[in-house]
C-alpha cells in the first residue's frame, strides 16, 4: 500500500468535558455527524466567512478530538482556539503524535504503522487513510500529491491562501466539512447565505495540460483576463480554483485558458455535485463580496 509521511502537518488536541460543544459551537464541522474512525475536513472562520485556519478533525476518545493542522500555523490555531475557550472546560494543547503518515490503495491497514488508522473522509471515491503516532520511514510525497490532484483535494498552503477563500471555493461544503443543519457558529451567516442562494462561484478545479505547467501561483487568464490561480502543481497536472461562471464562458466561446504560455483544460472533480453554471457573467461585470 502507497504512503507518505508528512512531516508539514502537527496534531492540536481539544479535550474535557465540554470539548464538543466548545468546538460545535465555533467549527464548521457538524460534529453530531462526525463517527469513530473517520477524519473530516473543517475550518475556523472569520465572523465574514473566509477560512482562518483549516484542518482534519477526528475523534481521540470520550469528551477528545484531534485536529490536524499544518505545522506552521498550529501555534497561531491554538492561540485562536483559547481565545474563543472563556469558562469552557477544556484542555487544548499541542500533542507529541511522533508521525502524521497518509496511505491509499485497497488494503486498509499498514503493518508499519503503529497506531490507529482514520479514514480520511474527503476522498469519495478513493480508500484513504491517515495515521497518527508509530513510526515509519519511506513512503512516497510526490505520489500523494498527484493523489490529491486527481482527486481535486484542496489544502491551504498549496492551494489557496488563510484569510482569501470562502468554504465553498475549497469544497467544503461537499466533503463533509461545513454541517448545514447544525447550529450557528463562527461566521455561519455568510456560509449558509452563499449555500441557499447558490451564489458560490470559485471552485476546484482540476487542471491538465499538454506541457509541463508554471509554479503554484500562476493566474489563469482568457484573452488576458484572469479567471483563477493554479495552486499545485506535478507536471502537466494540477489544481486550480477558478470562477467557473467565466471559466465556462471560455468553453462556449472556444476561448483557450492559459497558465502564463500553457494552454490548460479544467475540469470538475468526478465526484462533485456542483456543475458549470447555465448563464455566465461577462468579463467586466463585477460580482459581490461572496462571489470574489
Known amino acids: ?3 507518505a509521511l508528512l512531516k508539514d502537518r502537527a496534531l492540536v488536541s481539544v479535550s474535557g468535558p465540554d470539548a464538543e460543544n466548545f468546538l460545535q459551537n465555533i ?6 455527524a462526525l463517527a469513530a474512525g473517520e477524519a473530516k475536513p473543517g475550518a475556523l472562520l472569520t465572523p465574514q466567512g473566509k477560512i482562518l485556519f483549516d484542518f482534519l478533525i477526528s475523534r481521540a476518545g470520550e469528551n477528545s478530538f ?12 491554538i492561540r485562536r482556539l483559547m481565545l474563543y475557550k472563556l469558562r469552557a472546560k477544556v484542555e487544548i494543547a499541542k500533542t507529541d503524535q511522533g508521525l502524521v503518515a497518509v496511505a491509499w490503495g485497497d488494503d ?8 490507529t488508522p482514520v479514514a480520511d473522509a474527503r476522498f469519495r471515491d478513493a480508500s484513504v487513510t491517515r495515521f497518527y503516532g508509530g513510526t515509519a520511514a519511506g513512503g512516497d510525497p510526490a505520489a500523494w ?4 490532484i486527481a482527486h481535486g483535494i484542496a489544502e491551504s498552503g498549496s492551494d489557496y491562501q488563510l484569510g482569501d477563500a470562502f468554504p465553498h471555493d475549497v469544497l467544503l461544503d461537499e466533503t463533509g466539512g461545513v454541517g448545514f443543519r447544525k447550529g450557528c457558529y463562527v461566521g455561519q451567516e455568510v456560509v449558509s447565505r452563499m449555500q441557499h442562494r447558490g451564489t458560490a462561484r470559485r471552485r476546484v478545479l482540476i487542471v491538465s495540460a499538454e ?3 508554471p509554479a ?3 493566474e489563469l487568464t ?7 490561480t493554479l495552486g499545485t502543481a506535478a507536471g502537466t497536472a494540477g489544481l486550480a480554483i477558478a470562477r467557473i461562471d467565466r471559466v465556462k464562458a471560455a468553453l462556449d466561446a472556444g476561448q483557450p485558458i492559459m497558465a502564463d504560455d500553457v494552454t490548460v483544460s479544467l475540469t470538475i472533480p468526478a465526484w462533485a455535485k456542483f456543475t458549470f453554471p447555465l448563464e455566465t457573467v461577462g468579463p467586466h461585470e463585477s460580482v459581490g463580496a461572496e462571489e470574489a
Open 1 to 3: 500500500m502507497p504512503f
Open 27 to 32: 467549527l464548521t464541522t457538524d460534529l453530531d
Open 66 to 77: 484531534r485536529l490536524e493542522c499544518r505545522a506552521d500555523i498550529s501555534d497561531d490555531f
Open 108 to 115: 486498509s491497514t499498514a503493518s508499519q504503522f503503529d497506531s
Open 145 to 148: 500529491q498527484a493523489l490529491r
Open 211 to 213: 506541457r509541463p505547467l
Open 216 to 218: 503554484p501561483g500562476a
Open 222 to 228: 482568457v484573452a488576458g483576463r484572469p479567471v483563477g
